[in-house]
């Protein structure tokens, strides 16, 4: 009966838009209830009732359109990216397709995709389930976004604070609920490692930048969290050695996988995923969840028959060698010099999710 009533008052709301979101309903017992409509739908009928949006922050694995008003070389609103995007359309997406943060905002059955927040199209009716802060060439340390012109992952925090602004005016008191109950999506640390640190810019050690990287990443989440944010799904880094440049890069005529990139980030992702098994007792009400993109992605490198692919050192767009793309991105682990291809994503994140649906529950 509630039910039913509910979705009468959903389908005048929608034909009356200046209805109020709250509505008062009194059922057959006379026992009155209170309900903020808008709040109502996204906790009942996404069918997730206790993830109630994703926010992701961090690097290009995320990014789904945020650089693409940026003085920044570091973008790919063209074609070919986005070739097998709905519409055929490069949206900024560093990739043929959907990303890891549309795959995960859909795999906790909230939307198909993770809107960019600064899109200048976005709507308000997007706010409530979850956008993107995340920017394509970002990292941990300013230098490495800063040499791009891209969005740092400090600036991309200073991003969201403004996002709850416009929230509260979305939801109102709502906000507070919606923040904590979200998911925070966070790649940082690729840049740092295959940028910063190859460069020689970083001017340190391994040893000493991984530990700075995993102290960036310390300051990155305790800011979030004292924006209210608890639960939190933080990427290890990919195993930067086996990507096509890296094999490329390294000259071998073999292609096999460059050990030191792998070394570097496997340095890091053992010192991050040790940090996050800390921070889960030292900060009240958080959850962490590490998500191992090393392993994950590395299966498939090795074993790329066994998912369906043919190619797993060369990427389907590899501009510097043919301006033209490979027939089949599917059929490729990646899909440009840096990239997993939709497919690899598709591949890889059931398991993810359904780790983070258990986890951050």
């Known amino acids: 009966m509630l039910l039913r009533h509910l979705l009468a008052i959903l389908k005048l709301c929608r034909t ?18 209170e309900f903020d409509i808008r709040t109502w739908i996204v906790n009942e009928l996404s069918g997730n009732a206790r993830v109630s949006a994703l926010f992701a922050f961090g690097d290009s694995m995320l990014d789904t359109g945020n650089n693409n008003n940026l003085r920044t070389l570091t973008k790919c609103n063209f074609s070919p990216y986005g070739r097998d995007f709905a519409g055929g359309k490069a949206t900024g997406r560093f990739g043929n397709g959907r990303v890891f943060s549309d795959l995960i905002a859909e795999g906790l059955s909230l939307k198909t995709l993770l809107p960019a927040y600064r899109d200048p199209n976005l709507s308000n009716n997007d706010l409530s389930t979850g956008v993107c802060f995340a920017s394509g060439g970002s990292g941990l340390d300013e230098r490495t976004a800063s040499s791009q012109g891209v969005i740092w ?15 509260n005016g979305v939801v109102g008191e709502q906000t507070n609920a919606l923040i904590s109950n979200a998911v925070y999506l966070i790649s940082a640390g690729n840049n740092d490692l ?4 190859a460069t020689g810019r970083a001017q340190s050690t391994i040893s000493d930048y991984t530990d700075l990287m995993v102290t960036w990443t310390d300051n990155l989440l305790k800011s979030l969290y004292d924006t209210g944010a608890r639960k939190f799904a933080v990427l290890g880094t990919l195993p930067l050695g086996c990507l ?17 990139a792998n070394q570097w980030a496997d ?24 998500v191992d993109m090393y392993n994950s992605l590395l299966d498939l490198i090795n074993n790329p028959q066994a998912s369906g692919f043919i190619d797993a050192a060369d990427g389907c767009y590899m501009p ?10 599917s ?30 529950a």
Not at 270 to 290: D, I, R, S
Not at 320 to 329: E, L, M, Q, R, Y
């Open 194 to 197: 295959a940028i910063t640190f």
């Open 16 to 33: 009356f838009p200046f209805l109020t979101r709250r509505i008062i309903y009194k059922d057959d017992n006379q026992v009155v209830f």
């Open 320 to 329: 510097t060698i043919s301006p033209v793309p490979c027939p089949d991105a």
């Open 244 to 260: 096509p440049g890296a094999r490329d890069a390294a000259g071998n005529f073999l292609k096999v996988c460059a050990y030191p």
């Open 267 to 290: 340095t890091f992702n053992t010192k991050l995923a040790a940090k996050l098994n800390n921070l889960g007792t030292t900060l009240p009400g958080a959850k962490f969840v590490y």
């Open 331 to 360: 059929r490729y682990v990646f899909w440009d010099i840096g990239h997993p291809s939709e497919k690899s994503y598709q591949t890889i994140s059931p398991k993810i999710i359904e780790e983070l649906k258990e986890k951050l």
């Open 153 to 167: 992952v400090t600036d991309q925090v200073k991003d969201f604070k403004e996002y709850v602004t416009k929230l």
